[in-house]
């Protein structure tokens, strides 16, 4: 982590359609690309001891989570025919029924592309230092435990 730059996958607040509409738009242009894989993370209401969540108050450890990707990102190029990746988390608040993780893999076939959408929801939720706080209707907040 000595000083290097690496990608920003963190968005403030809600990961909005428009972006993700925006984002694949922008790979009509690359027509060696012949499948996408896209997974969108949402907010739950779930109810727990009688209240219902509605919100999720995300904060992580930036630059540890950014190298993480980092390192993640190297290995599913490695290991998958890709020809694009992007992640991109909320940090701050989303309510209840908006998206939160945007996760959007491209390759000439569509196995490739599939394998590494689902690897990497899994290794983001397994190895990223991001925490999440449900915010209740009666104003209580606990910690989220990833599931």
């Given at each position: 982590?000595?000083?290097h730059q690496?990608?920003?996958i ?7 359609p ?6 694949i738009s922008?790979h ?18 779930d109810?727990?001891d ?15 989570a ?6 993640i990102?190297?290995e599913?190029?490695q ?10 988390h ?6 209840a ?10 390759s ?9 959408c ?10 990223l230092?991001i ?9 209580t ?7």
């Amino acid at each position: 982590m000595s000083g290097h730059q690496f990608k920003n996958i963190f968005k403030e607040g809600t990961i909005s359609p428009t972006f993700i509409a925006d984002s694949i738009s922008k790979h009509q242009s690359k027509t060696n690309i012949g499948a996408h894989s896209i997974f969108l993370g949402q907010v739950r209401q779930d109810e727990i001891d009688g209240n219902q969540v509605q919100a999720i108050e995300y904060t992580t450890y930036q630059e540890l989570a950014l190298a993480k990707m980092h390192e993640i990102r190297e290995e599913m190029f490695q290991k998958y025919s890709l020809t694009c990746l992007h992640v991109y988390h909320s940090l701050g608040k989303v309510n209840a029924g908006e998206i939160c993780l945007f996760i959007f893999t491209s390759s000439v076939r569509r196995k490739a592309a599939m394998a590494a959408c689902e690897e990497l929801v899994e290794r983001i939720k397994a190895e990223l230092p991001i925490w999440g706080k449900e915010i209740f209707d009666n104003e209580t907040i606990q910690w989220k435990e990833n599931s």
